[in-house]
């Protein structure tokens, strides 16, 4: 079975700043999709970045980058440049190429001082 | 265009009743699924549908949960019975295809509280 795993429960970052956030998965499979979403309290998801397992080449998305380490199975977030309204939970989530079913890691909340 | 939408926003109920959650996927999307977020299990799947069929309901937890879709549109998730631990919030999501890249949009949840 898939797991993802956040373990850093909290982070906290000072406005401007640059934050990583950690993630790490376990699959058997070899092409899958990686995703990182965002929670803000409205409770809506919202994604932020997407990886295809295939692609070596990491994504970006504007403030948004990822480092994704296939034989370490790790894929980290990286926000440049924080601002107040990235004060988010953050959900590292996986999901296989065959199969319609996200499995999402525990998240982590996000805060970012002024 | 209109996103995913979900009624109630809030729900409570007595530990033993009955309740029906909604959700209205984006127009054309032919993928929807259900996800509960608690505080102690975190984010899991409950069951997809592609139209009105549910190849995976693999994550419903016990027979007291049920959900249906009609018209390749709206889909109802109903849970029996409820009990305490049922307490969540419960998140509709819907994409154009499932199984491809296409991306799952979410709604904004139901939270649910059972007393």
């Known amino acids: 079975a898939q797991t993802v795993t956040q373990s850093q429960p909290e982070m906290s970052v000072q406005e401007a700043e640059t934050v990583t956030l950690s993630c790490t998965y376990d699959t058997s499979e070899s092409d899958y999709y990686l995703f990182w979403y965002k929670q803000p309290p409205s409770r809506q998801m919202i994604l932020v970045i997407r990886q295809e397992a295939y692609k070596q080449q990491n994504a970006t998305e504007n403030r948004f980058s990822v480092n994704f380490q296939k034989a370490a199975k790790s894929f980290s977030l990286k926000i440049s440049d924080s601002q107040l309204g990235d004060a988010a939970m953050y959900f590292c989530?996986?999901?296989?190429?065959?199969?319609?079913?996200?499995?999402f890691g525990k998240g982590i909340t996000l805060s970012v001082r002024p | 265009g209109a996103g995913v939408s979900q009624s109630p926003s809030n729900k409570v109920t007595e530990k033993g009743k009955d309740v029906e959650l909604r959700c209205d996927p984006i127009?054309?999307?032919?993928?929807l699924y259900w996800y509960r977020q608690s505080l102690g299990q975190g984010l899991e799947f409950l069951i997809y549908f592609q139209g009105n069929s549910a190849p995976d309901k693999s994550g419903l937890p016990s027979d007291r949960f049920s959900a249906e879709r009609t018209g390749g549109s709206v889909s109802t998730l109903t849970i029996q019975r409820t009990q305490q631990e049922d307490s969540a919030v419960y998140l509709c999501?819907?994409?154009?295809?499932?199984?491809?890249?296409?991306?799952?949009?979410f709604g904004p949840g139901t939270r649910l509280t059972v007393t």
């Open positions: 127009s054309g999307h032919t993928a």
């Open positions: 999501a819907s994409s154009l295809e499932p199984a491809s890249s296409y991306e799952q949009y």
């Open positions: 989530a996986y999901r296989p190429i065959a199969n319609s079913k996200l499995t």
